[in-house]
């Protein structure tokens, strides 16, 4: 079969030109050759179900992220970067482990809002640095992170949190996005003041009821080929059902068919880089 040939059966030149200008953003950019062997996952008539969840992908772009946590940080009364006019102390903790993404998110939180000379290193501290600190009433702590789908790995970060913090500190949690679901979750189960730049309703999980993007039967395909991608969570984890991309890593809540990386299966947007690794 001719590549010609194999274009018009999987998609048009026109569908695998948008998609690829559109999903640029991503930090492995999915080429024509790599949307199209994931293409060819799908059985010819699952085909239509395939393009719809790729015109449905939400990609956030580096910038995008960028002007959330300005806008985030902006937003938070008494915080100035002059001193002079900037109420209590500050502090800006990426939440959770080394590992994860929060501490990694701090590089970008301090690049959007131009706090990346030296001279603002105070400002920046580890949640092992915080009991140290004596925080009061009066300060702040400013907790950083991505995402969160389902809010339970916030909600059970919170007690350590609390711990450390030790005081009547105002707390906030600054998100590029969150699930509605996850910040009730947040909400109604920590002292964390939430700011998002993205908020995804229920019809962002496309197999909610409020979702009309799928017919049942093409529902059904979904989860089929899910359970090839992540047998365990064929739905992303929690059974988010989302179809959302950030521009640095795809969250595990997004449908695995869409960041799977592994023998049986490769998504257009691993969260790993790469191939064969564990997704």
Request: a negative charge; charged letters at 25%; one cysteine or more.
């Amino acid at each position: 079969m001719s590549e010609e040939t194999a274009v018009k059966e999987l998609a048009s030149e026109k569908q695998l030109a948008t998609w690829t200008e559109r999903f640029g953003v991503y930090r492995m950019r999915p080429t024509k050759d790599v949307l199209m062997h994931w293409l060819e996952r799908f059985d010819p008539a699952d085909l239509p179900i395939a393009h719809k969840l790729l015109d449905a992908v939400v990609i956030v772009s580096e910038l995008e992220i960028h002007q959330g946590y300005k806008a985030a940080l902006e937003g938070l009364p008494g915080w100035s970067k002059s001193s002079k006019n900037r109420q209590g102390r500050w502090y800006f903790v990426g939440a959770g482990s080394a590992g994860e993404s929060g501490p990694a998110m701090l590089r970008l939180f301090r690049e959007a809002n131009s706090l990346q000379h030296e001279g603002w290193q105070p400002l920046f501290v580890t949640a092992k640095d915080l009991p140290g600190l004596n925080l009061s009433a009066y300060d702040h702590c400013v907790f950083v992170d991505d995402f969160a789908g389902t809010g339970k790995q916030m909600v059970d970060y919170w007690p350590l949190m609390q711990e450390l913090v030790a005081s009547e500190a105002k707390c906030y949690l600054l998100l590029t996005a969150v699930t509605s679901c996850a910040a009730d979750v947040i909400q109604k189960n920590t002292d964390l003041e939430l700011r998002s730049f993205l908020t995804l309703g229920p019809d962002a999980n496309v197999f909610a009821d409020e979702s009309d993007l799928f017919s049942e039967e093409e529902r059904a395909a979904l989860d089929k080929y899910g359970k090839r991608a992540w047998k365990s969570h064929p739905r992303g984890f929690g059974s988010c059902g989302l179809a959302l991309v950030l521009s640095h890593k795809t969250p595990n809540n997004s449908l695995p068919i869409l960041h799977a990386n592994h023998e049986n299966w490769i998504g257009p947007f691993p969260r790993t880089l790469i191939a064969g690794a564990s997704s």
